[in-house]
């Protein structure tokens, strides 16, 4: 019996959607499940000192270039640049922590809808009416749905979800960490790969 | 005839020496040379507001862990971390524009020697006598490689092949650009094979 794969991702990364596409197929392979931990990347860039991407000189525009053809590189060919971005995230990452507490079987189906909602049909996420809309259409209920956004329960949940990411070292989307070792970026999924088969190297 | 593919790198990056080490087999692959382009990120740095990998909290651990396991995963199985770390890149710079315009024949060899002087027999490179003595070694003359470090015509020249740099878009180490379309990262040459093998995707 072997423990599943963490993947940390923030709704706003594309990195982290190309990772959400291919990251179940790439565990899968190797016999291991997806444990799915939205996480807040503006809370973490605090620590960090980051800046999106996009935001920063030079690499701002070779950034908007990269997401694009890496993602048809990896095969996520629908992909496209959101209107708005980035975006706050924490109306989808509060759905997920809700569902992974009331639904937890829903949980990787709404939160490829709602990647996919704003990566490929340009839906403002951060919206939490629109957000809990997506929920609603994969079969859960839109209204608890959009009362979990609010709930205090719920905030708290994410917020300590968060802390326990940072805690672990996690400082980009996609993140995911193997039996203890820490992979950064879509762009390392290879290296993910070849760690599962082997144990390392 | 096709052109050079363009190579960017700073001698005190890692991940720049992981991808010296690999660039020339993959370019000989499809037919092309390396035009070799050593910057000085600090000054590119300055533009980006960006500081070295190792000093950002939190993403400082992971990339020392990184850079070990990614040269290994690249099979660079001789890499190991330099005790003086990041250094000021002038000097071993300097020696190669001055080959470049003195004595072209010998930059690439030169310019792997520097590298691994570094990376993999912990020379600290930014001291100018000692950058002279590993040309030196190579067979070029270690007096006038020595005396290069301090021309003010050859501090020009790398000042301007650095504004260049720039200029093209270059933010990081390696940076590879093929026919115009930019790659930055080791993490990349897949794309850049891809890129070299069809034109594009």
Redesign the interface.
Known sequence: MTAAIDFYFDFSSPYGFIGSEKIEALAARHGRKVAWHPVLLGV?FK?????PLTQ????G??SK??FA??A??HGVTDFRMPTVFPISTQAPARIVVWLQRTNPEMTARVLHALYRAFFVDDVDISNPDRAAAIAGQCGVDATAARAAIDDPAIKDALRLENDKA?AA????SPFVIVDGE?F??V??F??VE?WLATGG?
């Not at 920063?56 to 690499?59: D, I, M």
């Open positions: 973490v620590q960090t000192g980051s800046v920063v000189p030079l690499k525009d070779y270039r990269d053809r890496s048809r590189f940072i070292g996690v400082f980009g820490p950064w970026g762009d390392r290879e290296q070849r190297w």
